[in-house]
């Protein structure tokens, strides 16, 4: 059974950075896809970015050239580094992996097998 536990969010003001954290255990890390979404209060869950097993990887037009996605898979974490926050960022991300077969960065939810419990972020104006 594949773990994953998110960290690194917290209350910051608009302008400051944040890095988040996704260590997994329990299952081939560097075989899955991931992916960081987030849900907002009164929202739907949206997909944030999403990396594909080969490292091909997608943002969502909101956060591009703010956040970047990398992973380490000696360590099996995945890390979203978030620049320039800006208040519309406060949500809970949610970090997740596939890891049935298959090729792409996907944005579904339905597309993961697995979740993280969830980190809070919050920024401030």
């Known amino acids: 059974q594949v773990q994953l536990v998110e960290s690194g969010g917290g209350l910051v003001q608009a302008g400051d950075s944040l890095r988040l954290s996704c260590a997994a255990s329990g299952g081939t890390f560097s075989s899955y896809a991931m992916g960081w979404f987030r849900q907002a209060p009164g929202k739907e869950r949206e997909s944030v970015v999403r990396?594909?097993?080969?490292?091909?990887?997608y943002y969502v037009d909101s956060v591009k050239g703010r956040f970047t996605i990398s992973r380490d898979n000696a360590k099996n974490t995945v890390y979203l580094q978030m620049n320039s926050l800006k208040p519309e960022d406060t949500a809970v991300y949610y970090c997740?992996?596939?890891?049935?077969?298959?090729?792409?960065?996907?944005?579904?939810?339905?597309?993961?097998?697995?979740w993280g419990q969830g980190t809070q972020v919050t920024v401030s104006s």
């Open positions: 990396v594909s097993r080969g490292g091909t990887i």
């Open positions: 997740a992996a596939r890891a049935r077969l298959g090729y792409f960065a996907y944005r579904d939810e339905s597309d993961y097998d697995y």
